[in-house]
């Protein structure tokens, strides 16, 4: 009956009854009921209004799903997965599902978003049937101090899974920007909710410019796309799996140390901005260093003049390149 369900619903855009799906499975509301319900919990999209039915929005993009959980390897990372053709955030709903007792690891990815968030306020154009739109919950037992940290394993996990999937020299720029040949094509945005001292949970969002062509604009100088920087589409599902695994590995060393020592080497290999000139943009103004890594902490190691080293921290400062973005 499900199948049928569905079939009507595909055929349609108007609203179908509850009342005329009862009288032609001859079942009861009950029964209908459950079938809309199993669907929802299956990633479909069904409005119900009173008095006049039940209507699809839309489907989930169910290969997309299974081609992920086909390649992946891990024990809790995308278990739980939600697949959505559109939705408001990623990270809005899976703080939506963490709010009503979701589990460590769920994964909701997205085709597109109407509301996709960026860091700062600003908004995360999200186009259909391009890129790459996920979240993911975390409930870890540390410091809420130290878990500006979790951006940077989930940076690492991100540039390791564009490099072995494309082959593309993915770099860091740090804390958390992904970039290929000098363009960003990732930004992740990182969301903690936390209860007195404790982290209640954190949602790690990623958006991977995968086949984008085209670039509003205002960000046409900086962001580029993985298909634009290889010449060739790449597959979604393959960049998420290869993330997932990479994630899971890196984020085990980083709970067991308790910092980052343990892909800190890594780390650095991945980054761009090492030994190199930064402008590190503050409240006090913009001053010029060469960058020298960073340490366990996440925090960046800048050289000035006389050879001093300081350490800044994400979220305090901004860094640039001397001559623009990287
Ligand atoms: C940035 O500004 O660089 C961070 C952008 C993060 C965008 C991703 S897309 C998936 C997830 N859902 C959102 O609403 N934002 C993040």
């Not at 993915?170 to 903690?192: C, F, R, S, Y």
Request: glycine share 8%; aromatic share 8%.
């Amino acid at each position: 009956m499900k199948e049928q369900i569905l079939e009507i619903f595909k055929n349609t855009n108007d609203y179908i009854s509850g009342q005329e799906l009862c009288e032609r499975f001859q079942v009861s509301r009950t029964a209908i009921w459950k079938v809309i319900n199993q669907l929802k919990e299956e990633g479909y999209e069904i409005e119900a209004v009173r008095n006049r039915g039940y209507r699809l929005i839309s489907c989930p993009d169910v290969l997309l799903s299974a081609e992920i959980s086909s390649e992946l390897k891990t024990r809790v990372w995308g278990q739980e997965l939600h697949s959505h053709s559109t939705i408001d955030s990623t990270n809005t709903e899976v703080r939506r599902l963490a709010e009503n007792g979701a589990k460590e690891g769920l994964l909701v990815i997205a085709d597109e978003q109407t509301a996709g968030k960026g860091r700062r306020g600003r908004s995360w154009t999200s186009e259909p049937g391009e890129n790459i739109y996920m979240s993911y919950l975390l409930r870890p037992d540390i410091d809420p101090s130290n878990a500006s940290m979790i951006t940077l394993v989930a940076a690492l996990s991100c540039a390791q899974a564009i490099c072995e999937v494309t082959g593309l020299p993915a770099q860091i720029k740090w804390p958390n920007d992904i970039v290929v040949n000098g363009h960003k094509v990732t930004g992740i945005l990182t969301e903690m909710s936390t209860e007195m001292t404790s982290i209640q949970y954190v949602v790690v969002g990623i958006g991977i410019n995968v086949n984008q062509k085209t670039f509003p604009e205002e960000i046409r100088e900086v962001a580029s796309s993985l298909s634009l920087e290889l010449g060739q589409d790449v597959v979604r599902s393959r960049i998420i799996a290869a993330y997932g695994n990479f994630w899971e590995q890196n984020y085990d060393l980083f709970l067991k140390a308790g910092n980052l020592s343990g892909i800190r080497a890594i780390y650095e290999r991945f980054l761009v901005n090492i030994d190199r000139e930064v402008v590190v943009i503050d409240a006090g103004g913009n001053q010029e260093f060469i960058s020298r890594g960073i340490n366990d902490m996440g925090e960046l190691l800048v050289e000035d003049a006389d050879g001093t080293v300081q350490t800044v921290r994400a979220g305090e400062v901004s860094v640039r390149g001397i001559y623009g973005y990287v």
